[in-house]
């Protein structure tokens, strides 16, 4: 449990550490080790060690096995996989959680087997979850009530900063702005840059770094945008 306190806090290292003794004790191939110690060096980018220790979780899957399975296999770009994984991820939930239909929305949107309408449907299903996971307060606008004539669009994303994404976002912004078109940022980015202040010097930019989800939520809503947009692609 301190492992994985320290990995929500993005303490890696010490986390491993953590985790490193936990596994002297309890032993080598202690499944539920393993599979937060996949956790923790995916999340450190180190996506050969993630691939090694989920393996040794895969005979007893421990709860949440699958779902790890699938953010390892989306980052190694095993696209098919990543997409069965966490299926089987949904398969084992009592209800759809929010916390595997996010990542599954990535993974689908880049995988070339996948309809136009499961693509369409599975965002449905994660804001009806999502509704009921954490009430309809917190569930935005529904459509009869936005004003398509003041439409307010937010952006959520960690990359407003020097970044690939800022080059193709950045036209699209300006060109929002000639329709009339109200623009909040949220940013969940760590490192702000030049390239952060000139959007926060044009834009409505709301910064969330390493706030906390109910944080988060709280302070999307309260932005009122009719519109919420993940950058991340889901």
Known sequence: DYGA?????????AAVEALARARAILGEDHPVIALNMAGVLRRARDLLGASREIERARDAAPPGFHAE???IRMALGQVADAVAAFERALGESPRPATSVLSPQLMALSHDDACSYGKLRARPLAYGEAAEREFGPETSGPRWADVDLGRLRVGFYSGDFRHHVVMRFFEPLLEALLRQGVSVTLLSTTLSPDAVTDRLAAQY???????????????????AGVDVLIDLGGH
């Not at 306190?5 to 890696?12: N, Q, S, V």
């Not at 409505?204 to 309260?222: F, G, K, M, N, Y």
């Open 5 to 13: 306190a320290l990995t929500a806090l993005g303490d890696e290292r």
């Open 69 to 71: 399975d699938g953010a």
């Open 204 to 222: 409505r930019l709301v910064a969330l770094p390493r706030s906390s989800r109910d944080e988060v939520r709280r302070r999307i809503a309260a």
